[in-house]
Nanobody, 125 residues
Framework: QVQLVESGGGLVQAGGSLRLSCAAS????????MGWFRQAPGKEREFVAT????????HHADSVKGRFTISRDNAKNTVYLQMNSLKPEDTAVYYC??????????????????WGQGTQVTVSS
């Protein structure tokens, strides 16, 4: 069992930066693929970024590539999403997710077993 708690969201002007954190509890964090997803009002939840258990492999959605960076610190049981050059279209609730039972990173919501409660990111123009 893995419990996830996101933090770091807030209101920021376009062009600004935020760093989201996701603190995980549970003995298997180091073995989990982790991901970030987001859901804007009236839209489906979408993939943002994913990272392998050891941080060696990452993948970012095209819409955030070059602006967002996923990372993790297994000693702190925490995964991060550094968001730079934020745009109004990045406004959404951001969710952290953990995948158990596989070492492969994934862009698919269905592959993730545990989810946080989400943190709101609002980017003003």
């Amino acid at each position: 069992q893995v419990q996830l708690v996101e933090s770091g969201g807030g209101l920021v002007q376009a062009g600004g930066s935020l760093r989201l954190s996701c603190a995980a509890s549970g003995r298997t964090f180091n073995a989990n693929v982790m991901g970030w997803f987001r859901q804007a009002p009236g839209k489906e939840r979408e993939f943002v970024a994913t990272i392998s258990w050891n941080g060696a492999s990452t993948h970012h959605a095209d819409s955030v590539k070059g602006r967002f960076t996923i990372s993790r610190d297994n000693a702190k049981n925490t995964v991060y999403l550094q968001m730079n050059s934020l745009k109004p279209e990045d406004t959404a609730v951001y969710y952290c997710a953990a995948r158990s039972g596989s070492y492969y990173i994934s862009v698919y919501l269905r592959d993730y077993d545990y989810w946080g409660q989400g943190t709101q990111v609002t980017v003003s123009s």
